[in-house]
């Protein structure tokens, strides 16, 4: 079975830059996330979609972050303009409706300089 | 605020030995808990949960974690470790009444088992 997809693996961009990051799930996974786990602290949820609704995106800075997933499949996560404090490591995820296991990728590492 | 702690940053262990990874959540009424084991250059991976029923759990790789609601604990052991466990391992607690995927996740342990 195909894990959860993520590109690029590493992306560095100057401040005020605008930067995309990809994410593909497991096939059927409904349910997709979007975590940013800064350096020595644990993944924070930025999004939650089911399928493509929104169903949580309580802490997305959204004046600079914004996500989609049109499809219900693939989804891209967003920022514009950078800041420094964005650098961390983002992941997706994904599950089944109703199953508390997360699937998660290898994430994208980016650094704002 | 709802946070869940992981007391040791780090933990070095020689192989064989015993482990305990310490984690506790701020109280609440209903939790759902969760390890997550991060090996070195892959993504994160469920390792053991708790839901309900048995306080107990166990993973299929000799660890177990048990729910302790008394001291809002989750500690996760291992009687014997082998270099292979080396890795981050990260609590995380979902309340019910939440969305799902809101897991808050502690700041992480690194197990490091040397020989």
């Known amino acids: 079975e195909a894990g959860v997809a993520q590109s690029p693996r590493y992306k560095i961009i100057e401040k005020r830059q605008s930067v995309a990051f990809w994410c593909n799930p497991i096939?059927?996974?409904?349910?997709l996330y979007w975590y940013q786990q800064i350096l020595g602290q644990g993944p924070k949820l930025l999004i939650q979609?089911?399928?493509?609704?929104?169903?949580?995106d309580s802490q997305l800075p959204k004046d600079r972050f914004s996500a989609e997933r049109l499809k219900g499949v693939d989804s891209t996560l967003k920022i514009q303009p950078a800041k420094l404090e964005d650098s961390a490591v983002y992941l997706c995820?994904?599950?089944?409706?109703?199953?508390?296991?997360?699937?998660f990728g290898s994430g994208t590492q980016l650094s704002v300089l | 605020a709802q946070s869940v702690t992981q007391l040791d940053s780090q933990v070095p262990v020689f192989e064989e030995a015993p482990v305990e990874l310490r984690c506790n959540y701020s109280s609440s009424v209903s939790v759902y808990l969760f390890w997550y084991v991060q090996y070195p250059n892959q993504g994160l991976q469920l390792l053991l949960k708790?839901?309900?029923?048995?306080?107990l759990v166990e993973s299929i790789n000799g660890f177990e974690a048990e729910f302790n609601k008394s001291q809002t604990s989750f500690h996760l052991r291992k009687p014997s470790v082998h270099i292979s466990d080396t890795a981050e391992y990260f609590c995380a607690v979902s309340y019910s009444g939440g969305s799902q995927g809101n897991l808050i996740f502690g700041k992480g342990t690194k197990l490091s088992v040397k020989p």
């Open positions: 708790y839901l309900s029923g048995s306080t």
């Open positions: 096939s059927g996974h409904a349910t």
């Open positions: 995820a994904s599950s089944i409706p109703g199953n508390e296991k997360l699937f």
């Open positions: 979609f089911q399928n493509n609704g929104v169903v949580d």
